[in-house]
């Protein structure tokens, strides 16, 4: 049973263009979702969180918004660099706890 | 800024053999979790401590057990060791006030032959 989803394997992107990342949802109980970037051979690195009672968080170039009646977030990259190319998980927690993992999309910024 | 220490990061393991992995938790932060990731999948969680105490559990099989110890690392011991257990082992911290952000260590990569 998936509870996070990212139905998208991979993503090519232009240097200078706008990623878009998605995710959905099952957990209505889930109140805190949080975006991590994975380089090979690496821990996962955190980037950007949401709490449920927002609907959108910027730092820098990445904005996550969060739409809680379609259970579905998006991570947004602007302008994307070629530094940016990795596998980017979505998280989300119940209380602070455990974080439940996404697939994963791995992200290709192309110069 | 000082991150999440794993060791070893590399383990090779013969199966039945037992095998101790170790995190050091960024300076003040009080919880530690354990994921599990294996190949071509997502990480699952397996446990987490708070103050020295279990807080939560996942899917962690009876050959696994974990501790806290009074300096906040945590160690993982892996006994009776299968092929399937072949993973990346990752430790995360988190701290009071911010809790819902973890931080992750580079991992150990367990290989079971």
């Known amino acids: 049973d998936q509870q996070v989803k990212q139905n998208s394997p991979s993503l090519s992107v232009q240097e200078g263009r706008i990623s878009i990342l998605n995710c959905d949802y099952t957990?209505?109980?889930?109140?805190?979702f949080l975006w991590y970037k994975k380089y090979p051979a690496e821990g996962p690195t955190f980037l950007i969180s949401?709490?449920?009672?927002?609907d959108k968080n910027e730092d820098g170039r990445f904005t996550v918004f969060l739409n809680k009646s379609a259970k579905h977030l998006s991570l947004h990259i602007v302008p994307s660099q070629p530094g940016d190319s990795a596998v980017y998980f979505c998280t989300a927690s119940v209380g602070a706890q455990k974080l439940v993992f996404g697939q994963g999309t791995r992200l290709t910024i192309n110069p | 800024a000082a991150g999440v220490i794993q060791s070893p990061r590399h383990l090779i393991k013969e199966k039945r053999e037992t095998a101790t992995l170790k995190c050091y938790p960024i300076?003040?932060?009080?919880?530690v979790y354990w994921y599990q990731q294996g190949p071509g999948q997502d990480p699952q969680f397996l446990i987490s401590?708070?103050?020295?105490?279990?807080?939560d559990k996942g899917s962690i099989p009876d050959r696994f057990s974990a501790q806290q110890f009074s300096d906040y690392h945590s160690e993982l011991n892996m006994s009776s060791l299968e092929l399937g257990d072949s993973a990346l082992y990752f430790c995360a911290s988190s701290r009071a006030g911010v809790r819902y952000e973890q931080y992750f260590g580079p991992g150990t990569r367990l290989t079971v032959t």
């Open positions: 957990n209505s109980m889930f109140d805190y």
């Open positions: 401590f708070y103050e020295k105490m279990q807080s």
């Open positions: 300076p003040r932060h009080d919880t």
């Open positions: 949401i709490s449920s009672i927002k």
